[in-house]
């Protein structure tokens, strides 16, 4: 199969995945194809990563990705000394080789040492993280690792590097455009406020003065002022027009259009 039919076969299985889930394990059968091991993929809404960073992220893996991996990360917050991360939140587009910037002597030592745990505790010898995504309402991502040694991975890459970039951002394409995708990955965040916090919330972002908020809920103006007040101290000490900024881009991503199949390349 040539590679025009190739990704035609997999945007098709694509369309017709059933679920984001679904479409992330098609999405692994196909690295897989191209003969690497795994991965993992991450959405980050804004809101998240400036004002609630204490939220850990929330990942779709592949089934072959070393799950001990992923909770030792998620357990020790290893997102924190994660350069991949550092770099796309700085506007990094290109697709970064985790063996190539180990070598580079720029990253600091505590970045190194989650790739060395990566690959010595874990197996991950190689892996490679293409940002899919950087905008006003978050950043995305994938990474995809190998096994294979440093020689015979810079090969697989010579030979398959642009497939892989193509299905990964065909990937993310086909799943930015439903809601599934959006609740996944923003859940976390609406469930970390209360019931109380998200009305108030949903309130000020229509734009009506908090004044007058006992018109049409069932909460006094005073409580509403504390609410507002003890929710901006525990987010860091944001302020209030940064929060409903950022509350209203959290919002747009919960209302999008049904899912569109994305364009073959």
């Known amino acids: 199969m040539d590679s025009f039919d190739w990704v035609d076969h997999y945007l098709s299985e694509l369309g017709a995945a059933a679920s984001l889930e679904a479409r992330f394990q098609l999405y692994g059968e196909y690295i897989k194809q191209l003969g690497f091991d795994g991965a993992t993929y991450i959405f980050a809404p804004r809101i998240q990563y400036e004002i609630m960073p204490h939220l850990p992220g929330i990942f779709l893996y592949t089934e072959s990705y070393p799950l001990d991996f992923l909770d030792h990360y998620r357990r020790d917050r290893l997102d ?48 490679i993280s293409i940002p899919t995504m950087l905008d006003a309402r978050g950043a995305a ?36 455009l439903d809601s599934d995708w959006s609740l996944h990955f923003t859940l976390s965040v609406f469930k970390s406020l209360s019931a109380t916090e998200m009305s108030i919330l949903n309130y000020k972002a229509t734009g009506k003065p908090l004044k007058n908020i006992n018109d ?39 209302n999008l259009p049904p899912k569109k199949p994305p364009e073959s390349m």
């Open 80 to 127: 924190r000394q994660d350069f991949t991360i550092r770099k796309v939140l700085n506007g990094e587009t290109a697709s970064m080789d985790w063996r190539e910037h180990e070598l580079s002597g720029e990253l600091s030592a505590a970045e190194v040492s989650l790739i060395q745990l990566a690959r010595e505790n874990y197996g991950i010898r190689n892996a």
């Open 141 to 176: 991502g994938v990474s995809i690792i190998s096994s294979k040694a440093d020689g015979d991975f810079q090969q697989l890459k010579q030979e398959k590097m642009t497939r892989l970039v193509g299905i990964t951002r065909l990937f993310h394409a086909s799943n930015s």
């Open 216 to 254: 049409y809920l069932d909460v006094k103006y005073s409580y509403a002022t504390n609410v507002v007040s003890t929710l901006l101290k525990k987010l860091g000490n944001t302020n209030s027009d940064q929060l409903m900024y950022l509350f209203g881009l959290l919002n747009s991503l919960n």
